[in-house]
């Protein structure tokens, strides 16, 4: 889903790009604007300020086109991609996503033992198929595994839409754990 109004933020209103976003719903019609579906979905918000200071001296052009994935279908993932893929605009991805949320208030518990150590092994799996570009692979793992990955199916689109601009491998820039920085190891 997207939305077809803008944010407000504190920098001013980020507006949205009604035209790409028709565009690809013309080419992906399970694609809606629907204000509920970002309602209550905060990953947006946190990117904008961030959005906002790095063109603060074109505040009034800038255009977003935000979309919520819900699917980690495999199929439904690239069908999107490929809508988004053939935008005749110059743009760029950005995908907020928790990789893993590990703990009783989670409600995901697949190991008692080595907490640290298999959310690391989790965690560097998932980034070893952002890396590779393999979006399958990646909804493969996380579905087999029911890894709590909020975003799993963002990542597989944005994944998707650099495979189609012809981008063989990613790089991560930057990557932490929870832990690293509140030491909790029961609710990551």
């Given at each position: 889903?997207?939305?077809?109004?803008?944010?407000?933020?504190?920098?001013?209103?980020?507006?949205?790009?009604?035209?790409?976003?028709?565009?690809?719903?013309?080419?992906?019609?399970?694609?809606?604007?629907?204000?509920?579906?970002?309602?209550?979905?905060?990953?947006?918000e946190?990117?904008?300020?961030?959005?906002?200071?790095?063109?603060?001296?074109?505040?009034?052009?800038?255009?977003?086109?935000?979309?919520?994935v819900?699917?980690?279908?495999?199929?439904?993932?690239?069908?999107?991609?490929?809508?988004?893929?053939?935008?005749?605009?110059?743009?760029?991805?950005?995908?907020?996503?928790?990789?893993?949320?590990?703990?009783?208030?989670?409600?995901?518990?697949?190991?008692?033992?080595?907490?640290?150590?298999?959310?690391?092994?989790?965690?560097?799996?998932?980034?070893?198929y952002?890396?590779?570009?393999?979006?399958?692979?990646?909804?493969?793992?996380?579905?087999?595994?029911?890894?709590?990955?909020?975003?799993a199916?963002?990542?597989?689109v944005?994944?998707?839409?650099?495979?189609?601009?012809?981008?063989?491998?990613?790089?991560?820039?930057?990557?932490?754990?929870?832990?690293?920085?509140?030491?909790?190891?029961?609710?990551?």
């Open positions: 889903t997207y939305l077809f109004s803008g944010f407000e933020m504190p920098f001013g209103l980020v507006n949205i790009d009604k035209k790409s976003g028709q565009d690809v719903i013309k080419n992906y019609k399970k694609l809606i604007n629907e204000y509920e579906a970002h309602k209550d979905e905060y990953s947006i946190l990117q904008l300020p961030f959005l906002q200071f790095a063109n603060r001296d074109k505040l009034n052009e800038l255009k977003i086109l935000p979309i919520v819900k699917s980690r279908n495999y199929e439904e993932c690239v069908k999107l991609a490929d809508a988004i893929a053939e935008l005749e605009v110059n743009y760029g991805i950005i995908v907020s996503s928790n990789l893993l949320y590990f703990g009783r208030m989670f409600n995901y518990t697949p190991f008692v033992y080595s907490k640290k150590e298999n959310i690391t092994i989790m965690n560097n799996m998932i980034l070893d952002i890396k590779n570009l393999d979006a399958k692979g990646l909804l493969e793992y996380v579905n087999e595994k029911r890894i709590t990955t909020c975003g199916g963002a990542i597989a944005a994944i998707e839409v650099c495979r189609n601009i012809g981008l063989k491998k990613a790089n991560i820039l930057q990557q932490y754990n929870s832990y690293e920085i509140n030491n909790d190891h029961e609710n990551i």
